[in-house]
């Protein structure tokens, strides 16, 4: 039972981790952000090959969430902040796009599903009777380390609020003074950078072929309608109750294990389109 | 010379909205730029803000042409655009509000321009964590000036600020904006549609018709002259 929690917990953190970089770019920039999975996908394509020509997984970690930001930059820089003004549709179809460019580039060197290194190799660790991966105590912590520090990021600092005012009145924040274009900057990277985390916790877990990232995405949506679309923490929380329920579900009754989720989405839009957390539209005239 | 515009153009594509433009104002100065719908009013506050660029004519501050320059070089320079219809941020709370307000402020400073914001604004004290957009209309335009004096402005650019008040709110915002310019020596460049209540609390005045200036003066003289109590006025002797 226990054990059953804690692997719907572990599976949920890697639908957390891909949701909060959904829900942290479509809550500032109202784009839906289709390629994130998928620049998660790519991402983890570089680590292995960083991984196999010998780096450190510490490094290579860390070089993979720069290579992300590096992406985010010059996606914004290059793309987007020159589609911004003319069409908002055409910076989601960018998304898409991206997802197949990415998986069309992977598509070109790997065939056959590579086996993705686990980070701490090791027999899973039992604690009171609960068999937990190590891969699984990774990922789980890394999330709870993102959202922790997305949360205080968003609420606490300075740029955090000026990217949470953007999504709400871009012309006000431009009126503050507020250096919108260096904030989009911001947004895009640390999205990407996330994306890359997500990546690299995700693949060993599956195997590393051009489309191991799109359940992942399409759960992360899940994850982020649960949570209300608009806040990091929702999407969280969105995420491993998600991986939780899917878990207890698969396993009493397997027959809807597939389709359980999307079920869910409908559930949740009909009933609580807000989400479990989101923040309800209520405003004075 | 705090602001001096000279022979300012400005268009929304081909169409000019600004022709030739000249207007100034001075430190601790409240000038009001009168004008009905689409005479150009609001244009002429974004195009000093650096929202709309120029298409001729020089716009400086203290002497520095800032013609081209990034909003936020601009709002770095003190002048703080308080635009029309208050632009809130409806889900942030009031306390994130006017810290955004000085974004380039550090903490320090943003504390003590809140506590001046606060006791200009009592009314906002008490809500500080709550979403703005629970404000009433009232309370919003007193945040939005509120959160507009957090960046310390030299000018202060205002646009209907009584859009949708009760008279009695405009009268009291009115009065807090005259005592402020005073207060901190700032200038003020008010555009309203409620020429009276402009009028009374501004030293000079400016009227735009379809985008030119068609009269300026003293307020006092622009008050009684027949053909601002026509347009403007209501026709009325005030």
Not at chain 1, 3 to 29: D, K, P
Not at chain 1, 210 to 237: D, E, R, W, Y
Not at chain 2, 192 to 214: T, W
Request: proline share 4%.
């Amino acid at each position: 039972m226990f054990s059953l929690f804690f692997r719907g917990l572990a599976t949920g953190s890697i639908y957390s981790l891909t949701a909060v970089g959904i829900v942290l770019i479509l809550s500032t920039t109202n784009v839906m952000n289709f390629a994130q999975g998928d620049m998660g996908m790519i991402l983890a394509f570089i680590a292995f090959v960083l991984l196999m020509s010998k780096m450190p997984y510490i490094v290579a970690v860390i070089v993979i969430i720069i290579i992300g930001i590096i992406l985010g930059y010059f996606l914004e820089k290059g793309i987007m902040s020159r589609i911004r003004k003319t069409s908002h549709i055409a910076m989601v179809m960018i998304t898409l796009a991206l997802t197949m460019i990415f998986e069309g580039i992977v598509g070109i060197f790997v065939q056959t599903p590579l086996l993705f290194p686990a980070a701490i190799p090791g027999p899973p660790v039992i604690l009171k009777g609960v068999v937990m991966d190590r891969q699984d105590l990774l990922s789980l912590g890394a999330a709870l380390f993102v959202v922790t520090t997305l949360f205080l990021a968003l609420y606490r600092t300075k740029i955090g609020i000026a990217s949470r005012s953007l999504a709400e009145d871009e012309y006000a924040a431009k009126l503050m003074g507020i250096p919108v274009k260096n904030i989009y900057i911001f947004i895009w990277s640390t999205s990407f950078g996330l994306a890359g985390l997500a990546g690299i916790m995700v693949a060993p877990r599956l195997s590393l072929e051009p489309t191991f990232m799109v359940v992942v995405q399409l759960k992360a949506f899940i994850a982020a309608v649960l949570g209300g679309m608009n806040s990091v923490v929702g999407a969280v929380i969105g995420g491993l109750l998600l991986g939780v329920i899917e878990n207890f579900v698969s396993f009493y009754i397997p027959q809807i294990k597939d389709s359980f989720s999307l079920i869910l989405v409908v559930i949740v839009l009909l009933f609580l389109p807000q989400g479990l957390f989101g923040k309800k539209e209520t405003r004075r005239a | 010379m705090l602001l001096k515009i000279d022979g300012l153009r400005s268009s929304y594509g081909p169409i000019e909205v600004l022709h030739d433009v000249s207007i100034d104002a001075n430190s601790a100065e409240v000038v009001s730029i009168l004008g009905s719908n689409g005479a150009g009013k609001s244009t002429l506050l974004k195009v000093i803000s650096g929202i709309l660029t120029p298409t001729k004519g020089s716009i400086s501050i203290e002497g520095i042409i800032i013609n081209g320059f990034e909003p936020s070089k601009i709002v770095k320079m003190g002048i703080i655009h308080v635009p029309e219809g208050r632009h809130i941020f409806p889900g942030l709370t009031v306390k994130e509000n006017l810290l955004l307000g000085g974004y380039f402020e550090n903490t320090e400073n943003n504390k003590k321009s809140m506590d001046f914001v606060l006791s200009t604004f009592p009314i906002l004290k008490d809500r500080l964590n709550e979403r703005a957009g629970m404000l009433s209309g009232g309370e919003q335009q007193m945040l939005a000036l509120g959160r507009g004096l957090m960046g310390k402005p030299k000018l202060l650019l205002l646009d209907e600020p009584s859009l949708g008040l009760a008279p009695k709110i405009t009268s009291e915002i009115f009065q807090i904006i005259l005592d402020l310019s005073k207060q901190k020596k700032m200038g003020v460049l008010l555009v309203e549609q409620n020429a009276k209540k402009a009028l009374e609390i501004s030293d000079r005045g400016y009227v735009l018709v379809n985008g030119k200036i068609a009269l300026s003066g003293r307020s006092k003289d622009l008050k009684s002259n027949p053909e601002v109590q026509k347009l403007y006025l209501g026709g009325k002797n005030v």
